[in-house]
């Protein structure tokens, strides 16, 4: 079973909006990046932070109180992370895409090197956009 993944840019205190929305493109900037979650976004944050990929991160990803149990289930995304994904540039990217591409998460899906590097720059662009508009970058999961 696959796991769906948007990451949204949001005006803060918008998270029951957006779980109640029929059409979140209209309350938000939405781009589905489909199966990249929070495991994957920790190994993306440690080899960005010059660490090993299963380290133990620096932040914590829960999710929204308002949330269903069964899902679906928002997180906003920790200022930490936004940071080091938006410090991610042309010089970095191709080696940052390479061992995330190596890690077992990213195998196991049979992501190739092309995957990992659009994932990243998505990632990048969008963190990027939620620091200069001063909004929250939000990862929807469902099953």
Not at 40 to 57: E, G, H, M, R
Not at 92 to 114: C, G, H, P, V, Y
Request: glycine share 2%; net charge negative; aromatic share 6%.
């Amino acid at each position: 079973m696959s796991i769906l993944t948007d990451f949204i840019v949001a005006k803060a205190n918008q998270e029951d909006a957006i779980l109640e929305s029929d059409d979140i493109s209209k309350i938000a900037s939405i781009h589905q990046l489909s199966g990249v979650g929070p495991i994957k976004l920790q190994t993306l944050y440690n080899l960005i932070s010059d660490k090993a990929p299963y380290d133990i991160v620096e932040y914590n990803l829960t999710p929204y109180e308002g949330c269903a149990e069964e899902g679906p289930w928002l997180f906003a995304m920790p200022m930490i992370l936004v940071h080091a994904l938006a410090k991610v540039s042309a010089t970095n990217l191709d080696s940052i895409a390479e061992k995330w591409n190596n890690t077992e998460e990213l195998q196991m899906d049979r992501w190739n090197i092309e995957d990992a590097t659009t994932v990243i720059n998505d990632l990048s662009a969008l963190a990027k956009k939620a620091i200069e508009t001063e909004q929250v970058l939000f990862l929807l999961m469902s099953l």
